[in-house]
Protein backbone atom coordinates (compact mmCIF):
# COMPACT_ATOMS: atom_id res chain seq x y z
CA UNK A 1 0.00 0.00 0.00
CA UNK A 2 1.70 2.90 -1.25
CA UNK A 3 -0.70 5.61 -2.03
CA UNK A 4 -3.04 6.71 0.80
CA UNK A 5 -6.33 5.47 0.60
CA UNK A 6 -9.17 4.39 2.68
CA UNK A 7 -10.13 1.34 4.32
CA UNK A 8 -13.24 -0.55 4.09
CA UNK A 9 -13.80 -3.34 7.27
CA UNK A 10 -17.23 -5.23 7.43
CA UNK A 11 -18.16 -8.33 10.08
CA UNK A 12 -20.28 -11.06 8.52
CA UNK A 13 -22.18 -14.04 9.96
CA UNK A 14 -22.84 -14.72 13.76
CA UNK A 15 -21.02 -12.19 16.04
CA UNK A 16 -19.14 -13.62 19.53
CA UNK A 17 -17.79 -11.71 22.53
CA UNK A 18 -14.64 -10.58 20.59
CA UNK A 19 -15.20 -9.54 17.39
CA UNK A 20 -15.41 -5.79 18.19
CA UNK A 21 -11.82 -6.37 19.71
CA UNK A 22 -10.95 -7.36 16.28
CA UNK A 23 -12.57 -4.10 15.26
CA UNK A 24 -10.64 -2.49 17.54
CA UNK A 25 -7.40 -3.49 16.57
CA UNK A 26 -7.73 -2.89 12.53
CA UNK A 27 -9.09 0.71 13.54
CA UNK A 28 -6.58 1.62 15.84
CA UNK A 29 -3.99 0.01 13.90
CA UNK A 30 -5.26 2.20 11.00
CA UNK A 31 -5.03 5.28 13.01
CA UNK A 32 -1.41 4.85 13.72
CA UNK A 33 -0.67 4.93 9.75
CA UNK A 34 -2.36 8.23 9.13
CA UNK A 35 0.60 8.81 6.40
CA UNK A 36 -0.33 5.61 4.35
CA UNK A 37 -3.90 5.03 5.39
CA UNK A 38 -6.85 7.65 5.46
CA UNK A 39 -10.51 6.61 6.84
CA UNK A 40 -11.44 3.57 8.03
CA UNK A 41 -15.47 2.56 6.68
CA UNK A 42 -17.33 -0.18 8.29
CA UNK A 43 -20.39 -1.52 6.60
CA UNK A 44 -23.92 -1.23 8.07
CA UNK A 45 -24.49 -4.78 7.89
CA UNK A 46 -21.28 -6.47 6.72
CA UNK A 47 -21.01 -6.99 2.97
CA UNK A 48 -24.65 -5.17 2.54
CA UNK A 49 -23.42 -1.82 3.65
CA UNK A 50 -21.18 -1.99 0.55
CA UNK A 51 -23.75 -2.69 -1.40
CA UNK A 52 -26.38 -0.50 -0.14
CA UNK A 53 -23.31 2.20 0.30
CA UNK A 54 -23.81 2.37 3.55
CA UNK A 55 -20.60 3.25 5.14
CA UNK A 56 -19.96 4.13 8.67
CA UNK A 57 -17.48 6.81 8.82
CA UNK A 58 -15.29 5.25 12.19
CA UNK A 59 -13.28 8.89 11.75
CA UNK A 60 -16.31 10.01 13.50
CA UNK A 61 -15.88 7.91 16.48
CA UNK A 62 -13.24 9.03 19.42
CA UNK A 63 -10.90 7.68 20.24
CA UNK A 64 -12.19 6.71 23.39
CA UNK A 65 -15.10 4.94 21.94
CA UNK A 66 -12.57 2.81 19.35
CA UNK A 67 -10.54 1.28 22.43
CA UNK A 68 -14.22 0.91 24.61
CA UNK A 69 -15.05 -1.71 21.31
CA UNK A 70 -12.16 -4.03 22.84
CA UNK A 71 -14.13 -5.00 25.92
CA UNK A 72 -17.84 -4.89 24.10
CA UNK A 73 -19.77 -7.83 22.86
CA UNK A 74 -21.37 -8.18 19.44
CA UNK A 75 -21.35 -6.50 16.48
CA UNK A 76 -20.74 -2.83 16.34
CA UNK A 77 -21.62 -2.42 13.04
CA UNK A 78 -23.59 -4.84 12.19
CA UNK A 79 -23.35 -7.67 10.96
CA UNK A 80 -24.73 -10.20 8.13
CA UNK A 81 -25.38 -13.86 6.81
CA UNK A 82 -25.40 -13.21 3.33
CA UNK A 83 -23.60 -15.18 -0.16
CA UNK A 84 -22.33 -13.75 -2.70
CA UNK A 85 -22.72 -16.21 -5.46
CA UNK A 86 -20.31 -17.31 -8.56
CA UNK A 87 -18.96 -14.17 -10.46
CA UNK A 88 -21.51 -15.52 -13.03
CA UNK A 89 -23.99 -15.21 -11.22
CA UNK A 90 -23.96 -12.10 -9.08
CA UNK A 91 -21.92 -10.16 -11.82
CA UNK A 92 -24.02 -7.13 -10.93
CA UNK A 93 -22.95 -7.18 -6.68
CA UNK A 94 -19.56 -7.44 -7.41
CA UNK A 95 -19.37 -4.27 -10.50
CA UNK A 96 -21.79 -2.89 -7.34
CA UNK A 97 -18.88 -3.20 -4.72
CA UNK A 98 -15.86 -1.92 -7.13
CA UNK A 99 -18.31 0.88 -8.16
CA UNK A 100 -18.66 1.86 -4.54
CA UNK A 101 -14.96 1.25 -3.62
CA UNK A 102 -13.90 3.55 -6.17
CA UNK A 103 -16.36 6.36 -5.32
CA UNK A 104 -14.95 6.49 -1.74
CA UNK A 105 -11.47 5.71 -3.10
CA UNK A 106 -11.19 2.74 -0.86
CA UNK A 107 -7.95 0.53 -1.54
CA UNK A 108 -8.46 -2.02 1.08
CA UNK A 109 -10.99 -4.28 1.93
CA UNK A 110 -10.86 -6.23 5.41
CA UNK A 111 -13.59 -8.90 6.03
CA UNK A 112 -13.85 -10.09 9.64
CA UNK A 113 -15.89 -13.59 9.20
CA UNK A 114 -15.80 -17.43 8.83
CA UNK A 115 -15.36 -19.56 6.11
CA UNK A 116 -18.29 -17.95 3.84
CA UNK A 117 -16.85 -14.92 4.87
CA UNK A 118 -13.44 -15.97 3.28
CA UNK A 119 -15.00 -16.99 0.37
CA UNK A 120 -16.17 -13.76 -0.19
CA UNK A 121 -13.40 -11.87 0.45
CA UNK A 122 -11.60 -14.24 -2.12
CA UNK A 123 -13.93 -13.71 -4.64
CA UNK A 124 -14.04 -10.26 -4.40
CA UNK A 125 -9.77 -10.22 -4.76
CA UNK A 126 -9.79 -12.06 -8.11
CA UNK A 127 -12.67 -9.85 -9.13
CA UNK A 128 -11.11 -6.44 -8.39
CA UNK A 129 -7.75 -7.69 -9.90
CA UNK A 130 -9.92 -8.78 -13.07
CA UNK A 131 -11.56 -5.17 -13.13
CA UNK A 132 -8.29 -3.52 -12.76
CA UNK A 133 -9.46 -2.18 -9.67
CA UNK A 134 -6.47 -1.76 -7.36
CA UNK A 135 -7.65 -3.16 -4.43
CA UNK A 136 -5.98 -5.09 -1.21
CA UNK A 137 -8.10 -7.69 0.21
CA UNK A 138 -7.32 -9.92 3.38
CA UNK A 139 -9.77 -11.92 5.66
CA UNK A 140 -9.89 -11.70 9.35
CA UNK A 141 -10.86 -15.20 11.30
CA UNK A 142 -13.96 -14.88 13.15
CA UNK A 143 -16.49 -18.15 14.33
CA UNK A 144 -17.06 -19.33 17.43
CA UNK A 145 -17.54 -23.00 15.97
CA UNK A 146 -13.38 -22.92 15.63
CA UNK A 147 -13.58 -24.80 12.42
CA UNK A 148 -11.17 -22.52 9.95
CA UNK A 149 -8.70 -24.67 8.74
CA UNK A 150 -4.90 -24.28 9.62
CA UNK A 151 -5.29 -21.14 12.04
CA UNK A 152 -4.88 -23.04 15.35
CA UNK A 153 -7.80 -21.58 16.72
CA UNK A 154 -10.26 -18.85 15.51
CA UNK A 155 -11.24 -15.53 18.07
CA UNK A 156 -14.60 -16.22 18.88
CA UNK A 157 -14.36 -19.82 20.13
CA UNK A 158 -11.70 -19.45 23.45
CA UNK A 159 -14.48 -16.97 25.10
CA UNK A 160 -17.39 -19.59 24.42
CA UNK A 161 -15.37 -22.44 25.72
CA UNK A 162 -14.61 -21.46 28.46
CA UNK A 163 -18.21 -19.73 29.37
CA UNK A 164 -19.53 -23.47 28.39
CA UNK A 165 -17.25 -25.11 30.76
CA UNK A 166 -18.09 -22.74 33.72
CA UNK A 167 -21.60 -23.32 32.80
CA UNK A 168 -21.43 -26.98 32.65
CA UNK A 169 -19.27 -26.82 36.41
CA UNK A 170 -22.02 -24.96 37.55
CA UNK A 171 -24.79 -26.78 36.39
CA UNK A 172 -23.11 -29.53 37.66
CA UNK A 173 -23.21 -28.34 41.31
CA UNK A 174 -26.39 -27.36 41.11
CA UNK A 175 -28.16 -30.47 39.84
CA UNK A 176 -25.83 -32.41 42.57
CA UNK A 177 -27.80 -30.39 45.15
CA UNK A 178 -30.77 -31.29 44.31
CA UNK A 179 -30.96 -35.19 44.46
CA UNK A 180 -34.71 -36.04 42.48
CA UNK A 181 -33.12 -34.21 39.38
CA UNK A 182 -31.13 -37.18 37.76
CA UNK A 183 -30.90 -35.52 34.45
CA UNK A 184 -29.52 -31.97 32.79
CA UNK A 185 -28.59 -31.45 29.12
CA UNK A 186 -26.94 -28.27 28.11
CA UNK A 187 -27.37 -27.68 24.51
CA UNK A 188 -24.51 -26.13 22.64
CA UNK A 189 -23.44 -24.46 19.16
CA UNK A 190 -21.57 -26.74 16.55
CA UNK A 191 -23.29 -27.57 13.40
CA UNK A 192 -20.56 -29.81 11.87
CA UNK A 193 -17.48 -29.62 14.57
CA UNK A 194 -18.04 -30.61 18.21
CA UNK A 195 -14.85 -27.90 19.41
CA UNK A 196 -17.80 -25.98 21.58
CA UNK A 197 -19.34 -29.03 23.34
CA UNK A 198 -15.81 -30.90 23.53
CA UNK A 199 -15.05 -27.45 25.53
CA UNK A 200 -17.42 -28.49 28.45
CA UNK A 201 -14.84 -31.57 29.16
CA UNK A 202 -12.32 -28.85 30.83
CA UNK A 203 -15.07 -28.99 33.84
CA UNK A 204 -14.75 -32.63 34.32
CA UNK A 205 -11.98 -33.64 37.15
CA UNK A 206 -13.05 -37.65 36.97
CA UNK A 207 -15.23 -39.96 35.27
CA UNK A 208 -18.16 -39.26 37.69
CA UNK A 209 -17.63 -35.28 36.96
CA UNK A 210 -19.94 -33.21 34.81
CA UNK A 211 -20.42 -33.83 31.99
CA UNK A 212 -21.02 -36.89 32.06
CA UNK A 213 -21.67 -37.23 28.44
CA UNK A 214 -20.89 -34.95 25.34
CA UNK A 215 -22.33 -35.73 22.15
CA UNK A 216 -20.39 -34.57 18.88
CA UNK A 217 -21.16 -34.02 15.31
CA UNK A 218 -18.32 -36.15 14.45
CA UNK A 219 -20.08 -39.33 16.77
CA UNK A 220 -23.18 -40.69 14.75
CA UNK A 221 -26.06 -40.39 17.75
CA UNK A 222 -27.22 -44.08 18.90
CA UNK A 223 -30.28 -43.92 21.16
CA UNK A 224 -30.18 -47.22 22.11
CA UNK A 225 -26.53 -46.86 23.39
CA UNK A 226 -27.19 -43.19 24.80
CA UNK A 227 -30.12 -44.75 26.87
CA UNK A 228 -27.79 -47.22 28.27
CA UNK A 229 -25.02 -44.39 29.11
CA UNK A 230 -27.57 -42.28 30.50
CA UNK A 231 -28.77 -45.34 32.69
CA UNK A 232 -25.66 -46.69 33.66
CA UNK A 233 -24.42 -42.57 34.52
CA UNK A 234 -27.76 -42.21 37.05
CA UNK A 235 -26.79 -45.69 38.85
CA UNK A 236 -23.41 -45.02 39.43
CA UNK A 237 -22.70 -41.39 39.84
CA UNK A 238 -26.26 -40.39 40.82
CA UNK A 239 -26.94 -37.84 38.47
CA UNK A 240 -26.08 -37.47 34.26
CA UNK A 241 -24.92 -34.11 32.76
CA UNK A 242 -25.54 -33.94 29.40
CA UNK A 243 -23.58 -31.44 26.36
CA UNK A 244 -24.87 -31.61 23.25
CA UNK A 245 -24.00 -30.01 19.68
CA UNK A 246 -27.08 -28.52 18.10
CA UNK A 247 -26.04 -30.45 14.96
CA UNK A 248 -25.51 -34.46 16.47
CA UNK A 249 -26.59 -36.25 13.46
CA UNK A 250 -28.34 -39.88 13.54
CA UNK A 251 -26.77 -42.57 11.08
CA UNK A 252 -28.68 -41.77 7.90
CA UNK A 253 -26.71 -38.70 8.15
CA UNK A 254 -29.94 -36.37 8.88
CA UNK A 255 -29.69 -33.75 12.00
CA UNK A 256 -31.55 -34.63 15.46
CA UNK A 257 -32.95 -30.87 15.35
CA UNK A 258 -33.62 -30.03 12.24
CA UNK A 259 -36.18 -27.72 11.73
CA UNK A 260 -36.36 -27.81 8.11
CA UNK A 261 -35.46 -23.77 7.42
CA UNK A 262 -32.58 -23.02 5.29
CA UNK A 263 -30.48 -19.78 6.55
CA UNK A 264 -29.12 -17.73 4.00
CA UNK A 265 -26.16 -19.34 3.19
CA UNK A 266 -27.82 -22.66 2.80
CA UNK A 267 -27.47 -23.99 5.67
CA UNK A 268 -29.87 -26.30 7.78
CA UNK A 269 -31.47 -23.93 10.29
CA UNK A 270 -30.23 -26.12 13.68
CA UNK A 271 -31.84 -26.03 17.56
CA UNK A 272 -33.90 -28.35 19.41
CA UNK A 273 -31.22 -31.49 20.45
CA UNK A 274 -32.21 -30.43 24.12
CA UNK A 275 -35.56 -30.51 24.63
CA UNK A 276 -35.65 -33.94 21.98
CA UNK A 277 -33.41 -35.43 24.49
CA UNK A 278 -34.90 -34.71 27.21
CA UNK A 279 -38.26 -36.36 25.83
CA UNK A 280 -35.68 -39.68 25.05
CA UNK A 281 -34.87 -39.47 28.73
CA UNK A 282 -38.25 -38.96 30.09
CA UNK A 283 -39.96 -41.20 27.88
CA UNK A 284 -37.58 -44.77 28.03
CA UNK A 285 -36.19 -43.59 31.43
CA UNK A 286 -38.88 -41.88 33.17
CA UNK A 287 -36.10 -39.53 34.64
CA UNK A 288 -36.72 -36.33 35.56
CA UNK A 289 -34.90 -33.64 34.06
CA UNK A 290 -34.14 -30.01 33.03
CA UNK A 291 -32.38 -28.40 29.96
CA UNK A 292 -30.98 -25.75 28.68
CA UNK A 293 -30.50 -23.82 25.28
CA UNK A 294 -27.00 -21.73 25.46
CA UNK A 295 -28.13 -20.15 21.97
CA UNK A 296 -26.84 -16.72 22.29
CA UNK A 297 -25.66 -16.39 25.82
CA UNK A 298 -22.57 -18.25 25.04
CA UNK A 299 -21.63 -16.17 22.05
CA UNK A 300 -22.83 -12.65 24.06
CA UNK A 301 -20.71 -13.39 27.28
CA UNK A 302 -18.33 -10.48 27.26
CA UNK A 303 -18.32 -10.44 31.38
CA UNK A 304 -16.45 -13.93 31.29
CA UNK A 305 -14.34 -13.92 27.93
CA UNK A 306 -10.86 -15.50 28.06
CA UNK A 307 -8.27 -12.98 28.11
CA UNK A 308 -6.44 -15.40 25.54
CA UNK A 309 -9.23 -14.86 22.98
CA UNK A 310 -9.03 -11.09 23.15
CA UNK A 311 -5.69 -10.67 22.89
CA UNK A 312 -5.72 -13.11 19.82
CA UNK A 313 -8.44 -11.15 18.32
CA UNK A 314 -7.41 -7.94 18.80
CA UNK A 315 -3.88 -8.88 17.01
CA UNK A 316 -5.69 -10.66 14.00
CA UNK A 317 -7.08 -7.02 13.51
CA UNK A 318 -3.61 -5.41 14.14
CA UNK A 319 -2.13 -7.78 11.83
CA UNK A 320 -4.76 -7.24 8.89
CA UNK A 321 -3.65 -3.78 8.60
CA UNK A 322 -0.22 -4.40 8.84
CA UNK A 323 -0.05 -7.46 6.37
CA UNK A 324 -2.29 -4.42 3.80
CA UNK A 325 0.53 -1.79 4.47
CA UNK A 326 2.81 -4.17 2.99
CA UNK A 327 1.45 -4.95 0.38
CA UNK A 328 -0.16 -8.36 1.34
CA UNK A 329 -3.05 -9.52 -0.73
CA UNK A 330 -5.76 -12.06 -0.97
CA UNK A 331 -4.71 -13.75 2.40
CA UNK A 332 -5.80 -13.95 5.83
CA UNK A 333 -3.91 -13.66 9.75
CA UNK A 334 -3.65 -16.63 11.49
CA UNK A 335 -2.65 -17.83 14.64
CA UNK A 336 0.15 -20.35 14.85
CA UNK A 337 0.57 -22.06 18.25
CA UNK A 338 4.29 -23.28 19.40
CA UNK A 339 3.67 -24.82 22.47
CA UNK A 340 0.72 -25.81 24.62
CA UNK A 341 2.63 -25.55 28.29
CA UNK A 342 3.87 -22.59 28.19
CA UNK A 343 1.23 -21.55 25.70
CA UNK A 344 3.17 -19.58 23.34
CA UNK A 345 1.56 -18.28 19.95
CA UNK A 346 2.30 -16.10 17.15
CA UNK A 347 1.15 -14.62 13.82
CA UNK A 348 1.08 -16.30 10.41
CA UNK A 349 -1.14 -16.30 7.09
CA UNK A 350 -2.50 -18.31 5.00
CA UNK A 351 -4.13 -17.67 1.72
CA UNK A 352 -8.43 -17.04 1.26
CA UNK A 353 -8.53 -19.82 -1.25
CA UNK A 354 -7.37 -22.57 1.40
CA UNK A 355 -9.59 -20.96 4.09
CA UNK A 356 -13.02 -20.48 2.56
CA UNK A 357 -15.47 -22.99 2.81
CA UNK A 358 -13.41 -26.08 4.17
CA UNK A 359 -14.12 -27.02 7.49
CA UNK A 360 -12.24 -28.37 10.82
CA UNK A 361 -13.69 -30.62 12.51
CA UNK A 362 -12.45 -32.83 15.76
CA UNK A 363 -9.89 -35.18 15.33
CA UNK A 364 -10.54 -38.59 16.18
CA UNK A 365 -7.77 -38.39 18.76
CA UNK A 366 -9.91 -35.77 20.53
CA UNK A 367 -12.62 -38.09 21.53
CA UNK A 368 -12.56 -40.16 23.48
CA UNK A 369 -13.27 -44.47 22.44
CA UNK A 370 -16.48 -44.57 23.50
CA UNK A 371 -17.72 -41.38 22.42
CA UNK A 372 -18.92 -39.80 24.79
CA UNK A 373 -15.42 -37.25 26.11
CA UNK A 374 -12.38 -35.86 25.76
CA UNK A 375 -9.15 -37.17 25.38
CA UNK A 376 -5.77 -35.59 27.39
CA UNK A 377 -4.93 -34.48 24.01
CA UNK A 378 -7.23 -31.92 23.75
CA UNK A 379 -7.70 -31.11 27.32
CA UNK A 380 -3.95 -29.68 26.36
CA UNK A 381 -5.27 -28.33 23.17
CA UNK A 382 -8.20 -26.73 24.76
CA UNK A 383 -6.89 -25.56 28.19
CA UNK A 384 -4.56 -22.52 27.04
CA UNK A 385 -7.41 -21.10 25.39
CA UNK A 386 -9.62 -20.44 28.12
CA UNK A 387 -7.26 -18.75 30.31
CA UNK A 388 -6.99 -15.23 31.86
CA UNK A 389 -10.23 -12.90 32.22
CA UNK A 390 -10.41 -9.46 30.61
CA UNK A 391 -13.16 -7.91 32.78
CA UNK A 392 -15.61 -5.26 31.06
CA UNK A 393 -15.28 -1.72 32.88
CA UNK A 394 -18.29 -2.05 35.61
CA UNK A 395 -20.83 1.01 36.44
CA UNK A 396 -23.89 0.30 38.73
CA UNK A 397 -23.20 -3.67 38.63
CA UNK A 398 -23.80 -3.95 35.33
CA UNK A 399 -21.01 -4.16 32.42
CA UNK A 400 -20.15 -0.42 30.49
CA UNK A 401 -20.33 -1.30 27.05
CA UNK A 402 -19.41 0.98 24.07
CA UNK A 403 -22.03 2.83 21.99
CA UNK A 404 -20.77 4.24 18.49
CA UNK A 405 -22.71 6.48 16.69
CA UNK A 406 -22.53 4.89 13.44
CA UNK A 407 -22.43 8.04 11.24
CA UNK A 408 -22.80 6.78 7.71
CA UNK A 409 -20.62 8.48 4.90
CA UNK A 410 -22.09 10.68 2.30
CA UNK A 411 -23.69 9.04 -0.78
CA UNK A 412 -22.26 9.06 -3.71
CA UNK A 413 -23.79 6.57 -6.27
CA UNK A 414 -27.48 6.01 -6.85
CA UNK A 415 -29.20 4.00 -4.67
CA UNK A 416 -28.83 0.12 -4.75
CA UNK A 417 -31.58 -1.98 -6.46
CA UNK A 418 -30.48 -5.11 -5.90
Given at each position: MNDKRNLFYAQSGGVTSVIN???????????????R???VFAGRNGIVGALREELIDTGKESAETIAALRHTPGGAFGSVRYKLKSVVESAAEYQRLIEVFRAHDIGTFIYNGGGDSMDTANKVSQVARSMDYPLTCLGVPKTVDNDLPITDTCPGFGSVAKYVAISTLEAGIDVASMPQTKVFILEVMGRHAGWIAAASGLAAENRDGPPHIILFPEITFDEDR???????????????????????????????????????????????????????????????FHWAVADYLQRAARHIASAVDVEQAYAMGKAAVEMALDGVHGKLPIIVRLSDDPYR???????????????????AEYITDDGYGITAACRA??????????????ENGLPRYAKPRNVLAASKLPAWQG
Open positions: ATACGVIETARQNPDIGNFVDEVRATVERAGGCVIVASEGVRRADGSFVAESGVKDAFGHAQLGGVAPHLAEVVRGRLGYKWEVGEADLDQVANVEKKMPYLSPLIQGEDYPPY
